[in-house]
């Protein structure tokens, strides 16, 4: 877990990262985070390798031995909802994102501006009028 974790924290640091890009890496990693209790709770293993290495070589040794990984698939969920507290302002932030890169899936009329302190109204309709005709 520590190595999803770790892998999650290089993408967020570095100068000139885009807040859209640190987004999408939160979001992904919380999907992550799902698939990764899903792979504990089936037994699979997939994702912790060397759990499942750990697993294979206990049950080689005793073939009646059943480890059992609930608590680990309830740990990762309790790191899942933690997570999701934690970033929250990114999901509360989530109509300006999908302003800066959906422009188009925004309506004039049903905008709530009230998330990008100080815009005008008046000039926000003229701009985004421009911008729905840009090709940028």
Do not use: W
Request: charged share 25%.
């Amino acid at each position: 877990m520590t190595e999803h974790l770790n892998q999650l924290n290089v993408k967020m640091q570095g100068a000139g990262n885009q807040i859209l890009s640190l987004q999408q890496a939160v979001f992904a990693f919380e999907n992550k985070l799902e698939v990764f209790i899903r792979d504990v709770d089936t037994g699979r293993l997939l994702h912790f390798e060397r759990l499942g290495e750990f697993r294979d070589v206990c049950t080689a040794s005793d073939p009646a031995q059943h480890l059992d990984f609930q608590h680990l698939a309830g740990f990762i969920s309790n790191l899942l909802q933690s997570f999701k507290g934690r970033v929250r302002e990114f999901r509360e932030c989530n109509h300006l994102f999908k302003f800066i890169t959906h422009i188009n899936e925004c309506a004039n009329d049903s905008t709530d501006l009230s998330y990008i302190p100080g815009v005008s109204v008046r000039d926000f309709e003229l701009q985004a009028a421009d911008l729905r005709a840009s090709d940028v």
